[in-house]
């Protein structure tokens, strides 16, 4: 029988480790298993640093005559590329387990979905809200997802946070002063930022992921295509900030969709002739305390963290 494999630890994000469980009905398969896998058959207890698939070099280790353990680098691209070399090793992908059986310690259905979601979710204001949630679902029956259960998934999957606006209006000195290094290229030329650029930020006990697009002007050739390969990452946005200002025009006026904020950057060289909802400077911090709590409450409403009733966090 060929032998079967899963990935153990959550998937989609950096980690140091992750774990991937191989296992087979009988020890010569496990070891047939091993020894495409790693070159190298593993006696039981051994705990090895091989190279796995070829791909990556991690620990190794064989629990029991049928059962082994591969734990490489975690990030998503590393577990992809194994991924895909144990399916041309013929190796079956089993199904990933339940909440019920990666967790049968817990006491309920609910309990075991929230240890499931707080392995994987990502906002610090997860964490005593899916804690609580068994003692909420006491007695309760499940029901469908409501518009606050849906906002408040987005502690567990980060919201897509896409900054709008004109050229040379701030957008990527924004970035770098929320991520607090250098993640997009800053300079007084239109056209700098020639692709979406983004980041995973925290605020204020949010986790988003941030785009950084390019500035939107008429204009031809590679700048032009770049604008509108950012059309769908603004579309798909969970929220979108549209950015200008003092010398730009309106950011509404050069947006294909109505933006969630309006915001006035560079507000220590003047500001703007049109409206805003407020105003900001990446340079002396002005407003940007005020910013990332207008993101956070708009995107995750403090009404919806603040109810006592129960949360459907789980598909």
């Known amino acids: 029988m060929t032998a079967c494999w899963r990935i153990a630890t959550p998937r989609g994000r950096p980690a140091a480790l992750a774990v991937i469980d ?11 298993a091993l020894r495409s896998v790693l ?5 039981v207890g051994d705990i090895t640093l091989r190279p796995i698939c070829g791909t990556d070099t991690g620990i190794a280790a064989r629990v029991d005559p049928t059962h082994a353990l591969l734990m490489p680098h975690g990030g998503p691209a590393v577990l992809d590329a194994i991924a895909r070399a144990l399916a041309d090793l013929g190796l079956a992908h089993e199904a990933d387990p339940t909440p019920r059986d990666q967790f049968p310690e817990a006491a309920s259905d609910v309990e075991a979905e929230m240890l499931a979601a ?4 990502q906002s610090p204001l997860a964490v005593d809200l899916l804690l609580d949630q068994p003692r909420r679902w006491a007695g309760k029956e499940p029901r469908e997802p409501s518009d606050r259960d849906l906002r408040l998934n987005r502690l567990v999957d980060p919201p897509l946070v896409a900054a709008v606006g004109p050229p040379n209006v701030g957008k990527s000195t924004l970035l770098n002063a929320l991520v607090g290094r250098a993640a997009a290229l ?4 239109p ?9 995973t ?4 006990g949010l986790v988003v992921h941030w785009v950084d697009t390019p500035g939107r002007r008429d204009t031809s050739g590679v700048e032009a295509q770049a604008i509108l390969a950012a059309e769908p990452v603004i579309e798909a946005a969970d929220l979108v900030l549209g950015l200008g200002d003092a010398r730009s025009p309106d950011p509404r006026s050069v947006m294909s ?5 309006v915001v006035a950057s560079k507000g220590d060289l003047g500001l703007p002739g049109w409206a805003c909802d407020l105003t900001i400077s990446a340079v002396t911090g002005e407003g940007i305390d005020t910013l990332v709590a207008r993101v956070r409450d708009a995107l995750v409403p ?3 963290l603040d109810s006592p009733e129960p949360w459907r966090f789980w598909a």
């Open 201 to 204: 930020l925290e605020l204020a």
């Open 22 to 32: 191989l296992h087979a009905d009988t020890p010569d398969s496990l070891d047939a």
């Open 302 to 304: 403090p009404s919806d």
């Open 257 to 261: 969709r109505t933006p969630d904020l």
């Open 118 to 121: 707080l392995a994987r979710a």
């Open 186 to 189: 800053v300079a007084d030329e």
């Open 191 to 199: 056209g700098t930022t020639r692709d979406h650029v983004g980041a």
């Open 39 to 43: 070159g190298h058959v593993q006696a």
